[in-house]
């Protein structure tokens, strides 16, 4: 029979709380002071699983907390209160609370989430194996992956332009930085362009510079990116979303490595290695007459494809325990990546390929506390749902946006990166959640 310790100063809530875990075959130690909870903590009997309220007397479950991982690192504390505040819950969550109750609650709510520390302290089913990690994110070892190796390291050396494609978020700016750092112009800048997020007007100045007096505003000269990059290399993302004239424009730099600053006399001589990506079918876009024929062919020196994430199922589990890995210790976490869990992330389909992959087990490692195949299926579902018009968006998540805030330090942008919304939709959500 497993021994919990309540503690609750309200006497009629204490023995509510007492009695239904005792029906459901708990044993449980109910105390009314935190003075009495640590007292019995660093006594010697443990208590696996402890509940606590976090206002009590002169301390606070907070302490509880702090005393019971002292005395048992794997002790699983839920914590329950009233008065929730971002404070408390950021503190409770620093601390390694196992999960967050706001009062009035029903009882099957404290139950569920003992049953679930339960089954974490049992550490149902095995850990994923741990494996030797390569220090970069360019992972894998299926046959597809092993002869992108292959090419990068032939192609790394020299200056020929590299041509990468693949779906969105299959890492083609990991194969650009590879081919960068493995290269003789490592030391040098490498510039990201994202083509497909500059206006056209704008794409030609921004990266070939542009003199004073060329338009309107323009009061001094402006280095373009190629010129900033001199000596070194510059990749240019989604390639097939820039304009015919560009184009041209992109076409002679190649040939003669000179660029003209948009209203200068004289072109400039610039040394730059060029990369560039696109998640489209750059041969389809040539036969439509909207990519010149020339330029495509200027640019396919050397080309690599990137298989889907689904395509090369075999390297899931590298890759979610290399992001397991990487999350917990920029958290500060210590959550375990199981079998099941990697069972779960190997049938899913991945759209979203590595990208989406990295970010669920980002989100995982902040708000659970293991990654099992339950939580993974929990947590697809819940992207799944965020597909749908915002509103639709429960308020049972609130206790998720109040973990991810914590974890990121506050920094709203990237916790909607964390969550899978929209930062405009975590500002709204926000703005709904009680203080």
Avoid at 253 to 267: K, Q, S, T, W
Avoid at 274 to 290: F, G, P, S, W, Y
Avoid at 382 to 390: G, K, Q, W
Wanted: hydrophobic letters at 40%.
């Amino acid at each position: 029979m497993l021994k919990l310790l309540l503690v609750e100063d309200d006497p009629a809530l204490q023995f509510t709380i007492q009695t239904a875990l005792e029906e459901k075959g708990y044993a449980v130690d109910a105390v009314s002071t935190t003075g009495d909870a640590i007292e019995r903590l660093n006594g010697g009997e443990g208590y696996p699983i402890v509940v606590s309220d976090i206002y009590v007397d002169e301390r606070t479950g907070l302490d509880v907390l702090e005393a019971a991982r002292l005395r048992d690192p794997l002790c699983a504390v839920i914590l329950m209160t009233g008065r929730g505040t971002m404070e408390t819950v950021m503190a409770a969550t620093r601390g390694g609370a196992f999960d967050y109750i706001a009062k009035p609650f029903d009882l099957d709510v404290m139950i569920d989430a003992i049953e679930r520390a339960e089954a974490a302290r049992r550490d149902e089913g095995s850990e994923a194996a741990s494996e030797e990690l390569p220090e970069t994110e360019m992972i894998g070892n299926t046959a597809a992956m092993v002869e992108i190796y292959k090419v990068i390291a032939r192609v790394a050396p020299t200056d020929a332009t590299v041509i990468i494609e693949g779906e969105t978020g299959t890492g083609k700016e990991v194969v650009a930085r590879m081919i960068w750092r493995n290269s003789g112009r490592a030391g040098q800048p490498f510039a990201v362009v994202d083509c497909g997020a500059i206006a056209p007007s704008l794409l030609e100045s921004d990266l070939f510079g542009a003199v004073r007096g060329a338009y309107t505003g323009a009061d001094r000269d402006r280095t373009g990116v190629f010129e900033a990059a001199n000596r070194g290399t510059v990749f240019l993302d989604e390639i097939g979303d820039i304009d015919g004239n560009f184009q041209l424009a992109l076409l002679r730099f190649l040939e003669n490595h000179e660029i003209r600053p948009v209203g200068a006399a004289r072109p400039k001589e610039v040394d730059v290695r060029m990369i560039v990506a696109t998640n489209r079918d750059l041969q389809q876009l040539v036969e439509e007459k909207k990519f010149r024929e020339d330029l495509w062919y200027r640019l396919n020196t050397v080309r690599i494809s990137i298989p889907p994430l689904r395509e090369r199922r075999a390297d899931i589990p590298l890759l979610a325990r290399f992001f397991a890995n990487k999350y917990n210790e920029r958290y500060q976490r210590e959550v375990k990546l199981m079998d099941s869990g990697v069972n779960a992330l190997k049938d899913y389909t991945w759209p979203g390929n590595v990208r989406q992959l990295q970010h669920l087990v980002e989100r995982l490692v902040i708000l659970s506390e293991r990654i099992d195949g339950e939580t993974v299926l929990d947590a697809l579902t819940t992207m799944e749902s965020r597909e749908r018009p915002v509103e639709t968006l429960a308020d049972a998540e609130e206790d998720q946006i109040r973990k991810v805030l914590a974890a990121t330090g506050g920094n709203k942008t990237k916790a909607a990166q964390v969550l899978g919304i929209e930062r405009k939709t975590l500002y709204r959500k926000l703005e709904r959640m009680k203080p």
